[in-house]
């Protein structure tokens, strides 16, 4: 299993950025996926998560500014990020939850940084 995330970048505040993620080795539509993220000197913490039958959760602090989606035909995971605030600075890391095998699967982190 391969998760390539991809479109961080540096974006001032208020601003938007919308990340993807591509999977290939696995049957997409059968998993569920998310997205964490992590600050310098920071824990890895939850962002967002969608199941495989489509239901959202997001974390407290980014509620009503991102929005997370899923193309199961493209096999890729997107992360829509609004409004976007300096404590949003992190690496983001796409993650798929393998259903079958009770497995977890990681992309390599890209790079979001806001400035003030």
């Known amino acids: 299993v391969q998760l390539q995330a991809s479109g961080g970048g540096l974006v001032q505040a208020g601003r938007s950025l919308k990340l993807s993620c591509a999977a290939s080795g696995i049957i997409f539509s059968s998993n569920n996926l998310g997205w964490y993220r992590q600050a310098p000197g920071g824990q890895r913490e939850l962002v967002a998560t969608i199941t495989n039958g489509g239901m959202t959760s997001y974390a407290d602090s980014v509620k009503g500014r991102f929005t997370i989606s899923r193309d199961n035909a493209r096999n890729t995971v997107a992360l829509q990020m609004n409004s976007l605030e300096p404590e949003d600075t992190s690496v983001y890391y796409c993650?798929?939850?393998?259903?079958?095998?009770?497995?977890?699967?990681w992309g390599q982190g890209t790079l979001v940084t806001v400035s003030s």
């Open positions: 993650y798929l939850y393998q259903v079958s095998t009770r497995s977890h699967h």
